[in-house]
C-alpha cells in the first residue's frame, strides 16, 4: 500500500517538475519567442479589424510577423485614397501571402468617425480582399502605437487632418524595421516586404557591375506623373481599374474640363460637376483623390493621355 503511494507520489511529483519546465520554456505568452523589441516595446494595445474582431496588437498583429503598417482615416479626400491605392499594387503583387506569410495593417487615426462598418466600406471601395487589415481603436492607443513606431510628428498633429504619409514595414522577430514611402514603386516595396525583411540576399556572382546597368529609363515629364501617380487607378487601353480606362479620354473631355479636374476633382464632385457625379457613383463612390498637381503637371498628363491614347489605337 504504501510503496503504491509513494510510487504515486513519485509519479506526480515528476508531473509537477515536468509542468513547471514546460511554463519555463513556453509559458508566459509574453517571453516566449518575439523579437528584440518585444512586448516591452510594442504596446499590446486592443483594435478591432473592419471586420468586427477584436485583435491585440502585440500579440495577435506583429509579434513573430513580417507586417507593413500605415496610418489613414477614410474621410480624407487626397493623401489616404492615393496611399491606399498604390499600396493596393504591393498587396497585388504579393498575392495570396498577404495573410498567410506578410501582414498589411492600415490603422486609421480618426477612430471615432472611422468605426469597423466605415473601415470595411472603405476597404470594399478599393475592392481589398483578405489579408490586408483594417484598424480602428481608442484614440489615446493609436496614438500611442504611432509614436512607438516613429510615425507620429509633432508639427502636424494641428488638426489639418495632415498626418505622417509613412509606411513602416518590419520583421518582428529579427527587430528589423524600415520606414518607407507608400508612394514608393509597388516592385520594390513588395520584394523589400516579401524578400529582403525574410533575410533575402542577392548572391554574390549575380551581383552586376554598374557598367553593365542599363541606364534608368528617362521619363517626360507626364509620363513620370503618370506612372507614380496614377497607374494605381487608371489604365490607358487596358480596361478598367479603380478608376475609368482613359483611353481617348484628351477626345472625350473639354481641355478646361480635365485642367480643373486633374487639379482640383474632390471641389467638383463638391460643387456637383454632372460628369464627376455621373462617374463617382459609377466607381464604386470612390472619389478620385486630389493629387495636388500644378497647371504644368495637368498639362503634361494630358499631353501623356493623348500621346498614349494614340499609340494603343495604333498597335491595334
Ligand atoms: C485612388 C484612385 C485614383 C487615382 C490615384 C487617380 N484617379 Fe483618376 N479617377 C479615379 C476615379 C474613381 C475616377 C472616376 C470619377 C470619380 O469617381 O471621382 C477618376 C476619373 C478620372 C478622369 C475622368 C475620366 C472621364 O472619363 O472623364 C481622369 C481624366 C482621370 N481620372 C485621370 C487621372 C490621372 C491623370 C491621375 C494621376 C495624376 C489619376 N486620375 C489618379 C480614381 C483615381
Redesign the pocket.
Known amino acids: 500500500m504504501s510503496l503504491i503511494r509513494s510510487n504515486k507520489f513519485r509519479l506526480w511529483t515528476r508531473a509537477l517538475i515536468l509542468a513547471a519546465l514546460l511554463v519555463l520554456a513556453f509559458g508566459g505568452r509574453h517571453t516566449a519567442s518575439g523579437g528584440p523589441y518585444g512586448s516591452r516595446y510594442f504596446p499590446n494595445v486592443p483594435l478591432t479589424t473592419h471586420d468586427g474582431e477584436q485583435v491585440y496588437f502585440y500579440e495577435d498583429l506583429i509579434k513573430d510577423k513580417v507586417v507593413a503598417i500605415n496610418f489613414i482615416y477614410t474621410s480624407c479626400p487626397d493623401s489616404c485614397?492615393?496611399e491606399?491605392?498604390k499600396l493596393r499594387q504591393v498587396y497585388q503583387i504579393l498575392g495570396d501571402r498577404v495573410g498567410r506569410d506578410v501582414f498589411m495593417y492600415s490603422i486609421s487615426i480618426d477612430p471615432e468617425h472611422d468605426t469597423p462598418a466605415v473601415l470595411k466600406k472603405f476597404a470594399t471601395k478599393f475592392r481589398i480582399g483578405p489579408g490586408w487589415v483594417f484598424l480602428t481603436g481608442k484614440e489615446e492607443d493609436i496614438t500611442l502605437l504611432r509614436r512607438k513606431l516613429g510615425l507620429y510628428m509633432e508639427e502636424i498633429q494641428d488638426g489639418s487632418g495632415d498626418h505622417n504619409l509613412s509606411l513602416i514595414v518590419g520583421n518582428e522577430r529579427t527587430g528589423k524595421w524600415i520606414t518607407r514611402s507608400p508612394f514608393d514603386d509597388p516592385t520594390s516595396l513588395a520584394t523589400l516586404i516579401g524578400h529582403d525583411l525574410f533575410g533575402g540576399i542577392t548572391p554574390r556572382e549575380n551581383v552586376r557591375s554598374y557598367s553593365e546597368v542599363p541606364d534608368v529609363p528617362k521619363f517626360s515629364r507626364g509620363e513620370y506623373?503618370?506612372r507614380s501617380?496614377?497607374t494605381?487607378?487608371?489604365t490607358i487601353g487596358a480596361g478598367d481599374s479603380?478608376?475609368?480606362d482613359?483611353l481617348g479620354?484628351t477626345e472625350?473631355?473639354e481641355h478646361a474640363w480635365?485642367m480643373r479636374?486633374?487639379k482640383e476633382?474632390d471641389k467638383m464632385?463638391a460643387e456637383g460637376d454632372p460628369?464627376?457625379r455621373d462617374?463617382?457613383a459609377?466607381?464604386?463612390?470612390?472619389?478620385?483623390?486630389n493629387?495636388r498637381?500644378d497647371d504644368a503637371d495637368a498639362a503634361a498628363?494630358i499631353a501623356y493621355?493623348a500621346a498614349q491614347s494614340r499609340g494603343v489605337r495604333q498597335a491595334d
Open positions: 485614397p492615393a491606399t491605392a506623373l503618370y501617380r496614377c494605381s487607378c487608371h479603380l478608376g475609368p482613359l479620354v472625350q473631355r480635365l479636374w486633374l476633382p464632385l460628369i464627376a462617374q463617382f459609377r466607381y464604386n463612390e470612390l472619389a478620385m483623390p493629387l498637381l498628363l493621355m
